[in-house]
């Protein structure tokens, strides 16, 4: 058997990779799709990184500071979305396309946009789909379209 095919066989059966990515420091994520909707889960704090294509950002329930570029925060839902009065005050929606940084504790993120990227460091849950891939501690994990995948990313 040659050099080349015992490279090929080597490859297809998954015991060498050429230029896989390292994986994420233990409690970091990084994910990236096309469409991408990404739910987060935590009351830890959180550095979040989004850069995304025609997105919309809920924050629900968060303590701490955005830098948004590209994004502007919707006043006024659209017509027919009435939300109670008790939540006016705890939530912030945001649309547009470009850089969206959070950090700080939040309790729900949520983010449904065309094409997107998401860099997380803390200690959280997510719900995430679309087509593309994710990177934890464990390694790079593919996203399928056709259904969702739980997370969870341990603190340091």
Known sequence: MNVFRLVLLLLFAGSLTLGAQQPQPRGTLYAESDPFNFRLETYASSKVTINAEQAVILLF???????????????????????PAKYKARIKIFQ????????????????????????????????????????????????????????FVPGD
């Open 61 to 83: 329930d968060y303590k701490g500071t955005f830098e948004t570029s590209g994004y502007v925060e919707l006043q006024e839902l659209p017509k027919g979305i009435v939300l």
């Open 96 to 151: 547009g396309t470009g850089r969206f940084a959070f950090t700080g504790e939040v309790h729900s993120f949520q983010i449904m946009s065309r094409k997107g990227n998401v860099n997380f460091e803390g200690r959280g849950a997510f719900t995430m789909g679309g087509k593309g891939f994710y990177r934890t501690a464990k390694g790079e994990i593919p996203l399928y379209g056709i259904a969702t995948r739980d997370i």
